[in-house]
């Protein structure tokens, strides 16, 4: 299996890093992994090029820096990489965007939701017929999916536990964060106030949860029925 991934931003790219890497339990003689245009560079010291280079499994992770520029790289470079032997291009964004929010507004419409995601893909399939080409959405963002493995906020703060987020951030468990939250990413900032901590994306708060995922964790969202978005993504990749 080949496959090269784009994604929209750094954690994004450190997301993917980490369920691949699980999925492996980290044996690099099993597959071989490979990250470009990582932003910000120093990141490149925690997402390493390694692996098996006779491994028939390698993934390529692609950091197109923006939402709107993982379609474009993905329409630009998905000849080269059919040329090159890869089984599949997979896409990872956001629906939010300021795309999304110039076109619908602020409101959370499943209806909306599925025409966004139905146009981008198919702007696509004009240049790709044969699914090589798989461009999937976080819905409403990545961080949903960090805030529907919610256990890993008490390996950050041993305080944060389900009543914790219920009392102070107004955040339930048992809710499925893809249709409760139009902007997570906020939420996961609430998260973070509640223990006196900030998350603004830098690289350092990035790795810091990420790198704490394990592949019970990824497991357990995909198996969930929460976030069905992941479990397409997640299929994208490995079938």
């Not at 390694?50 to 474009?72: H, M, P, Q, R, T």
């Not at 419409?109 to 981008?120: G, K, L, V």
């Not at 609430?190 to 497991?219: A, C, G, P």
């Amino acid at each position: 299996m080949k496959v090269a991934i784009y994604v929209e931003g750094i954690t994004e790219a450190a997301f993917v890093y980490r369920l691949i890497g699980e999925q492996y339990q980290w044996d690099w003689s099993a597959f071989r992994m490979e990250c470009l245009h990582l932003d910000p560079a120093k990141a490149a010291s925690d997402l390493h090029d390694y692996g098996d280079e006779n491994s028939k499994d390698y993934f390529l992770i692609y950091d197109s820096g923006s939402d709107s520029a993982v379609s474009s790289d993905i329409r630009d470079r998905f000849e080269n990489h059919r040329d090159n032997g890869f089984d599949k291009v997979v896409g990872l964004r956001d629906v939010y965007s300021e795309r999304f929010i110039d076109l619908y507004g602020r409101q959370m419409n499943r209806n909306h939701i599925d025409s966004f995601i139905y146009d981008m893909q198919d702007t696509l399939a004009q240049y790709d017929s044969t699914g090589f080409i798989r461009l999937r959405f976080a819905i409403m963002e990545t961080e949903s999916w960090l805030l529907a493995m919610s256990d890993v906020f008490s390996r950050i703060d041993h305080r944060i536990d389900a009543q914790w987020l219920i009392d102070r951030v107004q955040i339930d468990v048992n809710d499925n964060p893809e249709s409760a939250y139009f902007h997570p990413f906020s939420h996961l900032v609430d998260i973070y106030t509640s223990v006196s901590r900030t998350y603004s994306k830098h690289w350092d708060e990035i790795k810091e949860i990420i790198f704490k995922l394990s592949q019970n964790d990824f497991d357990m969202l995909y198996n969930s029925g929460k976030c069905p978005s992941f479990r397409d993504f997640v299929d994208a990749i490995f079938i």
